[in-house]
């Protein structure tokens, strides 16, 4: 058991560490692209992981025993959680319907309020897994659809699709084995599984294989043109 939770601490510790070194890294590859939107994917990313860092920060904090483990502080990471998902819905949405653009804002916002009242509202842990969950997993699969197609067609070269699809695998199977393996002597699996999602991630994104051509390209690829090229 003891192994168990210090495995736990050791995978958030690399987690938060990593989430937060390659949110920095993307956001910095945003600021430096000439035309910058909001729905470009090193800002998506790198909102999701700074998210991402912040929730695993105070999911480890009962861990370690620095505050006790309550309903209150779940509501708070969930809230944490929906806010990394939902510049990723916002990509997703230029990206696979671009023809009803005029109503993106829209499904946005009732996804955001559905997220909230949920997280704010739900009456016990499990429930508020039951109502969210679902969702985060269906996002990842189009997010791995996406990443399915770039990787065949070689569209978005400046990223490996085909690490990013092993990473998205890798953070779904964390999200369905959390509740089922809590009670158990595999507790930490979710936790380590998280942690090699976020792994692949940063190696997805800083992409040594094309780092040799940064100086004279720019990685300013937004969800439009990876629709356009999907569209072919």
Known sequence: MQIGTDLVILSSIVTISLSGAIGVYLF???????????????????????????????????????????????????????????????????????KIQRYHNRLVLLFLAYWVVMALFGATEGFIMITTIPLILMFG????????????????????????????????????LRVPLLVSGFFYVPDILLMLSMVFTVVAFGNPWYRKDIKTKEANVSPSEIAIAMDH
């Open 141 to 176: 699969f189009v997010m791995m659809a996406t990443f399915i197609i770039t990787w065949k067609t070689g569209r978005l070269k400046e990223v490996r699709s085909d690490l990013m699809i092993v990473s998205i695998i890798c953070g779904m199977a964390s999200q369905i």
């Open 28 to 98: 910095r590859l945003w600021r430096r692209q000439k035309t910058r939107l909001m729905t470009d994917l090193p800002l998506v990313f790198a909102i999701t992981t700074f998210c991402q860092a912040l929730q695993i920060f105070l999911l480890t904090l009962p861990n370690i025993g620095f505050i006790p483990q309550s309903l209150e502080l779940f509501r708070i990471r969930s809230l944490i959680i929906g806010g990394s998902v939902v510049p990723v819905l916002g990509a997703l949405f230029q990206i696979w319907a671009p």
